[in-house]
């Protein structure tokens, strides 16, 4: 297991690759430099981990209220703030404590964009700021349906509806007081589908694309009706889908239902993330699974696939580079 802990990491190093799929960064003093490392290690489908969160905390006892109040509350697994909205979803409970945890979770959303913004401005343009959570279930043992569980390795495919090729952005912080979280990892999307893009139905024995990814008239259509229905509610946007968003689908499919793969060890890491650390991740790009941990912070973001200073490593041009 990859330990990653605040202590083993001297101040002096300030970048630093600890596996193949994992950059470590000491935020302490950014710059141009740092930054440019960042946002590489990121588009090129790695995890961007800070051993100290590089964006403020709320304080010790407004993160034990979260802890103690919340988890008793819930309706939906997460309880998240929804900025387009301005509203609150998945928690059960009073006014007060309502207003209370969307203040928190507000303000967090604006310390991650901002930290964001200044370290890759050029990947923000044209972003969908999605929703910050906070979640306090453990991961560990819930028993859900493979489809549904955060325990198996797989690819995020498609959020908020259709990316059409967009990157999903996630950024996390342990809020835990004393529990690492703890993830698995297979390695980078490119590696994975060099691996296993044949067994999943992607590729063809000569290793070219099999399956549509652009969209062609219906899919056009569908999106215009979509966004029709989402004027009037922006919940519909999940009605949408794409070509390239129901091959991810079939990936992410596969690699948790496919005995092969689930068995197979090659880029196999298991990553602890200390309390009070942060990290980053195109969750599209990136293999993953939470295998333990409770309450974190999770920040998710849609950014352009143009906008990346490497375009090649996104998921949508991985794949059709293979016509």
């Known amino acids: 297991m990859l330990p990653l802990s ?11 690759s600890r596996s193949s799929v994992v950059a470590v960064i000491d935020a302490a003093q950014m710059d141009a430099q740092v930054g440019e490392e960042i946002w590489r290690a990121l588009e090129e489908n790695h995890i961007v981990y800070f051993p100290r969160s590089p964006v403020p905390l ?4 407004t993160l034990q209220q979260l802890r103690v109040e919340l988890p008793s509350r819930l309706s939906l697994k997460n309880i998240s703030y929804h900025p387009r909205k301005q509203r609150l979803s998945g928690l059960k409970a009073d006014e007060a404590t309502c207003t209370r945890t969307a203040a928190v979770l507000r303000e967090h959303l604006d310390s991650v964009t901002g930290f964001l913004k200044q370290v890759m401005p050029h990947l923000c343009v044209g972003w969908t700021v999605g929703k910050t959570s906070f979640r306090p279930v453990q991961e560990r043992g819930r028993n859900l349906r493979p489809h549904a569980s955060n325990e198996l390795v797989h690819v995020d495919a ?7 090729g967009d990157r999903i952005l996630r950024f996390f912080v342990n809020v835990n007081e004393s529990e690492d979280r703890i993830w698995a990892s297979k390695g980078p ?5 060099d691996r296993h893009g044949r067994a999943a139905g992607l590729f063809d024995q000569n290793g070219r694309l099999q399956v549509k990814i652009a969209k062609g008239a219906t899919d056009h259509a569908r999106s215009l009706a979509v966004r029709a229905l989402a004027s009037l509610n ?16 079939q990936l ?12 197979d060890q090659r880029g196999y890491e298991e990553i602890r993330f200390p309390p ?42 991985l794949l059709t580079s293979r016509h």
């Open 6 to 16: 605040p202590a083993s990491t001297p101040a002096t190093a300030r970048v630093r």
């Open 58 to 61: 709320p304080d010790a006892q």
């Open 158 to 164: 498609g959020a908020y509806g259709a990316t059409n």
């Open 189 to 193: 999307i490119q590696d994975v589908l």
């Open 234 to 249: 922006p919940l519909a946007n999940a009605l949408d889908s794409s070509p390239y968003d129901r091959a991810m689908r």
């Open 252 to 263: 992410h499919n596969y690699m948790k239902d496919n005995e092969e793969f689930k068995s």
């Open 276 to 317: 009070g650390s942060a990290w980053m991740v195109f969750t599209d790009g990136c293999s993953h699974a939470a295998l333990a941990g409770q309450f974190a912070f999770i920040t998710t973001i849609v950014m352009k696939r143009e906008s990346q200073r490497y375009p090649h490593f996104a998921p949508y041009n």
